[in-house]
């Protein structure tokens, strides 16, 4: 029997979301925003990545410029992740970040947009 509306709401969501029944929602208080823009990235993995971005912009021309040459980037991405699954090799989550952030910033997808995605539309779907 659920004590409260906000019991019964969050058993609901968590059903909904195909949560299994032990996880409880996050009960501590929650830093301050600025705090979490601090402790919710890490900058080693943007400084190397911006690195490689740098010299990118040296061989293949600046971030955003519409003469660059077009690459399949999702396919590389991919690449480098099934090469980081076989040998642990950071360096190709790295490359992989690199290519997801250029097909965010440079996407030639003719159908590209953004249209946000609640958790419950992803969450548990096998990986």
Same mark, same amino acid.
């Given at each position: 029997?659920?004590?409260?509306?906000? #019991?019964?709401?969050? #058993?609901?969501?968590?059903?909904?979301?195909?949560? %299994?029944? /032990?996880? /409880?929602?996050? /009960?501590?208080?929650? %830093? !301050?925003?600025?705090?979490?823009?601090?402790? +919710?990235?890490? %900058?080693?993995?943007?400084?190397?990545?911006?690195?490689?971005?740098?010299?990118?912009?040296?061989?293949?021309?600046?971030?955003?410029? %519409?003469?660059?040459?077009?690459?399949?980037?999702?396919?590389?991405?991919?690449? #480098?992740?099934?090469?980081?699954?076989?040998?642990?090799?950071? +360096?190709?989550?790295?490359?992989?970040y690199n290519m997801i952030y250029l097909e965010?910033?440079? !996407?030639?997808?003719?159908?590209?947009?953004? +249209?946000?995605?609640g958790d419950h539309d992803n969450h548990n779907?096998?990986?």
């Open positions: 029997m659920y004590k409260t509306e906000k #019991e019964f709401l969050n #058993e609901l969501w968590r059903d909904l979301v195909g949560l %299994p029944e /032990q996880w /409880q929602p996050y /009960q501590e208080k929650m %830093p !301050s925003l600025e705090s979490l823009r601090e402790t +919710e990235r890490c %900058p080693l993995l943007e400084d190397m990545a911006l690195n490689r971005r740098i010299i990118g912009a040296f061989r293949y021309g600046l971030l955003g410029d %519409p003469r660059k040459p077009c690459f399949d980037r999702l396919t590389r991405a991919y690449k #480098e992740l099934d090469m980081f699954i076989e040998d642990g090799n950071a +360096e190709h989550l790295v490359d992989a965010f910033v440079e !996407s030639t997808h003719p159908n590209f947009h953004m +249209e946000t995605i779907k096998e990986l």
